[in-house]
């Protein structure tokens, strides 16, 4: 699903964000990149949403090498991928659905089908009475659960998520995770950076651990 290849990013100012690492990511897979703050987690997100391009290497996606698309066909790429932020970014003056809808809208679904796949998203993660409720009405980690459904309703393929459980305390923390892993069941792959390792340490899955732009560990996933 993910392929680096000797990735390597060095920005103008001479700062390097990553030094030539390479692994891969198998499709429907879930795995957690960490590391300190300034490790490179987020410099390689950005690179595989092709919001950066790589200095040297080779960056696969689907088979797709992204460190040669063309800017045409990023759109394009990008439908293929769900992201959430740890800030959630919802619209505050629309609606839960209007928030999970938004992506559908932007696609130009027919208006029954963006219902249908908005019900099904919010259903998913708990939260289907929401649906007519404004975000500044729910809690934090509701609020956090209509970013991921808003992130999944176009059935993307991977599902990116950058440092999502930040801004919770342990036990909201636990269940977001938990929502992660039921929607990785269904077959989508999940990349996950984060610097909670007590938190990942607990969910068993496969961990990358980058420092100063290098990776230092990979740990398989522990049966």
Do not use: C, W
């Not at 960490?34 to 960056?59: D, Q, Y």
Request: glycine fraction near 8%; avoid cysteine; hydrophobic fraction near 45%.
């Amino acid at each position: 699903m993910i392929r680096f290849e000797q990735v390597g990013k060095r920005y103008a100012n001479g700062h390097v964000g990553l030094h030539e690492i390479s692994f891969r990511a198998h499709r429907g897979e879930i795995l957690f990149v960490t590391g300190h703050s300034g490790a490179g987690k987020s410099t390689l997100l950005r690179l595989i949403l092709a919001m950066e391009r790589p200095t040297s290497g080779k960056l696969l996606l689907g088979g797709q090498d992204v460190s040669r698309i063309s800017t045409a066909q990023i759109p394009f790429l990008r439908r293929q991928i769900g992201v959430v932020f740890q800030n959630h970014q919802l619209l505050n003056d629309r609606t839960v659905f209007e928030n999970v809808a938004l992506p559908m809208q932007i696609l130009g679904l027919p208006k029954a089908e963006i219902a249908r796949r908005v019900e099904a998203a919010l259903d998913r993660v708990s939260l289907k009475e929401k649906a007519q409720d404004l975000p500044s009405d729910l809690s934090t980690g509701q609020q956090q659960r209509v970013g991921i459904a808003r992130a999944v309703v176009h059935r993307p393929a991977l599902l990116l998520a950058d440092e999502p459980t930040g801004n919770l305390d342990p036990r909201l923390a636990s269940e977001i995770m938990g929502v992660f892993e039921d929607i990785n069941r269904l077959g989508t792959t999940v990349l996950i950076a984060s610097h909670d390792l007590a938190l990942i340490a607990r969910m068993r899955h496969r961990m990358i651990t980058l420092q100063r732009g290098r990776i230092i560990a990979d740990r398989e996933e522990e049966a």
